[in-house]
């Protein structure tokens, strides 16, 4: 079974430069204005096809806003397609926003307890990887005092962590690799080839083309909401450096 299919998918946002004349005038043309936010819409992706096959390791590369983040959001069942079909077979493990799950009052040990969950382990399953997860994340001095004193580093170094020993399927990571120092990033880096060894089939999204050359065997090259480019990485990196200047 393929685990990831996009069949003519298209996905739209409303734009609201309207309401930048004015509350006043907005508001007094009410009727109108609504009648424009439904014409005036920003595709992030337009009629976009593709299949991610069994242990695929996928880079997603273009210009902010050309469709990665809707694309990572739709196979993360966050958002769903207005045209089209996503087919999404297997466990989803996103690596989007490191820590989002965290609670500021609680500590950082009970914080990887409630983010194990909200990634679908049970709390046997966290319990189990606990000494592991504590000794990757390499703050072990600071796991008894609350979220709300680490530095941001430490959130997402702690979420990366926790998120490094699941059991993904399917996992989709957004810019997360610059986690901590050079060391760290390295360990992070590592964690991610032993999925890929495991034939986990991964999408990653990330402005680092040289990542994207040296980790994925593939890449999609989004473009104003279209597929510019897709095959082997370093030719669509080539290509779209040259577009791009």
Known sequence: ????????????????????????????????TLRSFKRDRFMALNDVSF???????????????SGKSTTLAL???????????????GRVSPLLELGAGFHPEMT????????????????REIRARMNDIIAFSELERFLDQPIRTYSSGMVARLGFSVAA??????????EVLAVGD????????????????????????????????RFCDRAIWLNEGRIAGDGEPASVIRRYREAVG
Do not use: W
Not at 116 to 123: E, K
């Open 51 to 65: 299949e991610v096959m069994q242990g695929q390791s996928l880079g997603l590369i273009g210009l902010n806003g």
């Open 75 to 89: 196979i993360a069942n966050v958002l769903k397609p207005q045209v089209g079909k996503v087919e999404v077979h």
């Open 165 to 174: 020993h699941i059991d993904p399927e399917i996992l989709l990571i957004d």
């Open 182 to 213: 050079l060391g760290f990033q390295a360990k992070c880096l590592g964690r991610l080839l032993e999925f890929k060894k495991r034939k986990v089939t991964i999408v990653l999204v990330s402005h680092s083309l040289d990542t994207v050359g």
């Open 108 to 123: 950082g040990r009970e914080n990887i307890l409630l983010n194990g969950v909200l990634l679908g382990l049970t709390r």
């Open 1 to 32: 079974m393929i685990p990831i299919r996009f069949e003519h998918v298209s996905k739209s946002y409303p734009r609201y430069s309207q309401i930048l004349t004015g509350l006043k005038d907005t508001l007094l043309h009410l009727p109108k």
